[in-house]
């Protein structure tokens, strides 16, 4: 923008020069008219500057939240240490109404002094371990005399003997006879039936490495180092070929646990992303899914985990067709929600993802905003956890689903009636586009979905089960980093689906993939199948 200030010498003009008659009209319109023109050019720039000052805001916050998420703690439970002990009711109105002043913690809540942590004692070693017992003897001097000796148990030790290579020399036996016209007859005893045929690797060294793969998260190159330092040469080729045969033995085991678990009344449903490099048609860099439902009737959970190279919701509508319960409760992704139209289905939100958005807008605050009084994150978060600290309290309880249903709409309801008032009053109050106001707008956006968990008692505030029974797979993921092949990523799916079902059903995964190593070549029938499943196996692998 030009200047135009001038100086007075520039506009100082005689009587003279001054227009006369007619034309002093025209002159000042003439002025009056410049005068406007740049007072809308000034007003133009400072709306301009204003939405400049508004982007930069919405810039630095989203730095700070990138820098919170790189290098400050991932927790989620309070941001904001300042505000401990602050309760959601002492969050509410009071401090949107005053929010220019600091509430004093003391004043509030009383004497509230974090009490001493107890020291903890150490835990008992299990007593289903086998005991070696190691006797300390007395000399022959010290025994002289003595009337009677006798052994006090004075100290434990866990023990850990390292993995111990061995080959298996399978010896077979034959027998000769001679039949009634004197030729020779061999009967030779019968070998046991191998799932991969002639394969050098013992059921053991199969669930070995299914085990430390998928469930202690090894790769396979450092399993042939491992195998490598205890005797056993064999390479990760070798070993990847191994699981994909095997897995294709397992099919019909999870295709009879899937249908199973589509007869419950409740799902969940999550996904996370997956690198496959050799899938046809993609880029080698680009995301894959894993897709996994978790539920089932309550003696028989199954977690369910499935690779597709897409996120579409026609791949969840293929998972939940047969699907014929009343609940699924997913994260709000719109292809997990159009898997269940058109079907008689509630579909349940998850609040963390909400509590999660109103985290992330704390943990950007500027350092002046987390020193003053409560921000409307900050209150938004607290009437949260109000609703957490909720569930606890009625989950110390042993309740029946009704009862839960009925102590939810007691206790719970109204803080709801009153987070959704909040809610409403508040979103005009935010500036667009900053963290705050999308937590609020998603939150809203929600709102339906994540209040219908009040409708039942089985279910539950937040998917967080599902997200636990994915976490291994990422954990995993973080390890091993990627799958070769989509035929690789399928058997991924179908190993997480068989431990972690184990884990759910209360079984040792180990055990449970080494019973079904010994006995799957021999499974024919769909009754020898059925037996196969986890909750049919239970009792027989604790004995």
């Not at 001038?6 to 009209?25: E, F, N, R």
């Not at 809540?109 to 005991?131: E, F, H, T």
């Not at 539950?460 to 070769?484: C, Q, T, Y």
Request: glycine share 6%.
């Amino acid at each position: 923008m030009q200047a135009t200030n001038k100086s007075v010498d520039d506009v100082s003009v005689t009587q003279a020069d001054m227009p006369s008659g007619d034309a002093l009209p025209a002159a000042f319109l003439e002025l009056k008219k410049q005068l406007d023109e740049q007072f809308d050019l000034v007003s133009k720039k400072s709306d301009v500057i204003s939405q400049q000052k508004a982007r930069i805001a919405v810039l630095e916050e989203l730095l700070r939240s990138n820098r919170a998420e790189r290098f400050g703690a991932s927790s989620e439970s309070d941001p904001l240490q300042t505000n401990f002990f602050n309760e959601a009711e002492l969050l509410g109105d009071d401090a949107d109404s005053n929010e220019d002043e600091q509430p004093s913690h003391d004043d509030a809540n009383g004497d509230q002094s974090k009490p001493a942590k107890k020291r903890g004692q150490r835990k008992a070693l299990n007593p289903d371990i086998p005991r070696v017992q190691e006797r300390l003897l007395l000399s022959d001097e010290q025994r002289e005399n003595a009337i009677d000796t006798f052994f006090v148990t004075v100290k434990e030790e866990l023990d850990i003997t390292p993995a111990q290579v061995q080959v298996i020399e399978y010896l077979q036996e034959k027998a000769v006879y001679l039949d009634d016209n004197g030729q020779r007859k061999i009967v030779t005893a019968e070998r046991p039936v191998h799932p991969l045929g002639k394969s050098i690797a013992s059921y053991s060294l199969l669930a070995y490495i299914i085990i430390a793969k998928y469930c202690d998260g090894l790769p396979l190159y450092r399993l042939e180092g491992i195998l490598k330092r205890y005797g056993g040469s064999i390479n990760r080729s070798t070993m990847a070929n191994w699981l994909i045969r095997l897995s294709l033995q397992f099919q019909p085991v999870v295709n009879l646990m899937r249908e199973v678990q589509l007869t419950a009344d409740y799902l969940q449903g999550d996904e996370t992303r997956l690198q496959v490099l050799k899938e046809p048609g993609m880029d080698p860099t680009g995301h894959k899914w894993i897709w996994v439902l978790r539920g089932g009737p309550p003696d028989k959970p199954v977690v369910l985990f499935h690779y597709d190279k897409s996120r579409a919701g026609s791949v969840a509508g293929e998972l939940l067709d047969g699907f014929e319960g009343r609940y699924y409760q997913c994260d709000g992704y719109s292809g997990q929600i159009a898997a269940v139209d058109g079907k008689k289905v509630t579909v349940i939100g998850c609040m963390d993802h909400a509590r999660r958005k109103f985290v992330k807008a704390e943990k950007a605050l500027t350092k002046k905003a987390k020193s003053g009084a409560p921000a409307k994150c900050t209150v938004g978060r607290a009437k949260l956890d109000a609703l957490y600290r909720l569930e606890r309290e009625m989950n110390k309880l042993d309740l029946t689903d009704d009862q839960r249903k009925a102590y939810r709409q007691e206790h719970a309801k109204p803080k709801l009636d009153e987070l959704h008032q909040w809610l409403t009053r508040n979103s005009t109050k935010v500036a667009k586009d900053t963290l705050t106001y999308k937590a609020i707008k998603y939150t809203l956006n929600q709102w339906e979905r994540l209040i219908a968990y009040c409708d039942h008692g089985q279910l539950h505030i937040s998917n967080v089960l599902a997200e636990n029974a994915i976490r291994p797979f990422v954990i995993g993921r973080k390890a091993w980093m990627f799958s070769d092949t989509p035929k690789g990523a399928t058997a991924s799916a179908m190993y997480y689906t068989l431990i972690e079902s184990a884990k759910a059903n209360g079984i040792d995964p180990f055990k449970y993939m080494l019973h079904l190593c010994k006995h799957i070549a021999k499974a024919e029938t769909l009754e020898d199948i059925e037996a196969l499943l986890p909750w049919n196996v239970k009792d027989q692998l604790a004995r």
